[in-house]
């Protein structure tokens, strides 16, 4: 992980430092990205829909949109609309300043069996827990393991009730159960650098690593391992059944069968750029079905249809999510709700953005009277760090739907849909 250097910025595509002075703005002249390309192929199908017909103009885009409300019932685009509504107007907010000895770098809120774990990881490379069983439902936030001194946590990744941990600087990562909180193990991996994502699915595990992704089958009782080699450094990484999906530096897509013993390895959506400069892939997830969602380091956010793989046309978005904001920050959150209908993205001007995951739209939160925005809102608060991590949980008792968001050394817990009782009105 870079360190902070003062006069410099240290850009994660070239992997180098450079004068703040030549640092680019994020609202001056903005790269081409995908979403700047389809914004004009979709200007330019407008213009030539209302000069050719004099009808008025519909782009491919407002196509997508309408075919998305047609297929939905009336009453799931209502119920829709007020899901948005509701999450719009939230204003209830708890935070919690933790003792860490770094900034958080990585959060996980794991359920195991009726109760909730809690578990976030530093630049220094500890891990911190809020398990306190003598406090009740009190939260006591403690040191619970060091993974590498002064190796930034990368990751963190659960399923059912493992947990693992993984930093950069060196290939180590800690396999953490839940039923037996005082077993841990580390995995040593050589000839690896620099883990920058993980992806647990049941015991299998994969990584995102330097020039490579590499594939554990099981990590309770596998030693063995499958090196997945790639074009770049592998950014992020998503495990889907017998398939591997690996994001790289360079921008390219790749995925791994791992029920084939040869020529495994197969690009997807090469062609997505349309002549934009290729932007490093800094997270992958598929969410809905057969939709891969991707978000690039110049601020494309933007989902494409796995089922429409092809080498012999090109590869057009099936939603892009404009407005999000980014151009050097690698370590954004982002979270999708359970029933994967919003979706939540940290921009790097220290805001949280959400956008509807049916028909792309933008989600926007009330203002007060006096016209100013209110921090209780997840969606018009300012923080003081960019938000390295989100996740969605569904919490017992009155918290219901709930955002949970790292900033700083701060966490901060909105109840989704739920208004404070001083809230102002329109």
């Known amino acids: 992980m870079p360190v902070e250097l003062p ?112 578990v976030v990881g530093d630049t220094q490379g500890w891990l911190y827990n809020d398990r306190a069983p003598h406090f009740g439902a009190q939260i006591a936030w403690s040191a619970d393991f060091n993974l590498q001194h002064q190796s930034p946590i990368s990751s963190i990744s659960a399923s059912g009730t493992h947990f693992v941990a993984t930093c950069l600087d060196v290939a180590k990562i800690s396999v953490h159960d839940l039923k037996a909180p005082e077993h841990v193990y580390i995995l040593n991996i050589n000839n690896l650098h620099d883990i920058w994502d993980s992806h647990l699915d049941g015991t299998e595990l994969t990584l995102g690593a330097s020039k490579r992704a590499v594939y554990i089958p099981d990590i309770e009782v596998s030693a063995s391992l499958e090196y997945l080699n790639t074009s770049s450094d592998t950014l992020s990484i998503y495990h889907r059944k017998t398939l591997v999906y690996a994001g790289t530096r360079n921008g390219s897509v790749e995925r791994f069968d791992m029920r084939m013993p040869k020529q495994r390895k197969q690009k997807l959506f090469g062609d997505r750029f349309h002549g934009a400069t290729p932007s490093s892939v800094l997270h992958l997830s598929i969410p809905r079905e057969h939709e891969l ?58 805001r949280i953005r959400a956008w509807s995951m049916r028909t792309g739209v933008l989600l926007t939160p009330p ?47 909105f109840r989704l849909g739920q208004r404070a009782p001083w809230t102002v009105e329109d």
């Open 367 to 413: 203002t007060r009277r006096d016209g100013i925005m209110t921090d209780y809102n997840p969606l018009s608060a300012v923080f003081s760090d960019p938000v390295c991590a989100l996740q969605v949980t569904e919490e017992n008792g009155e918290a219901g739907t709930t955002l949970w968001a790292a900033s700083g050394r701060n966490l901060h817990q």
């Open 293 to 350: 969602l991707m978000s690039h380091l110049n601020g494309d956010l933007l989902t494409y249809d796995l089922r429409s793989v092809s080498t012999t046309s090109l590869s057009s978005p099936v939603t892009i999510y404009r407005g999000h904001v980014n151009t050097h920050t690698r370590n954004l959150g982002i979270a999708v709700d359970e029933r994967h209908d919003i979706l939540f993205a940290a921009g790097q001007d220290c």
């Open 7 to 118: 006069g410099f910025y240290f850009d994660v595509e070239k992997n180098r430092y450079f004068p703040l002075s030549s640092k680019p703005q994020i609202y001056e002249k903005a790269a081409r990205t995908i979403a700047s390309v389809h914004q004009c192929d979709d200007k330019r199908t407008s213009e030539s829909n209302l000069r050719d017909t004099g009808r008025r103009a519909w782009s491919p885009w407002h196509s997508r949109l309408k075919m998305l409300n047609n297929s939905l019932s009336l009453s799931q685009r209502h119920s829709h609309e007020i899901l948005c509504a509701h999450y719009e107007s939230s204003s209830r907010k708890t935070s919690d300043l933790l003792p860490t000895f770094g900034k958080i770098q990585a959060f996980r809120s794991i359920l195991a069996g009726d109760n909730f774990f809690r």
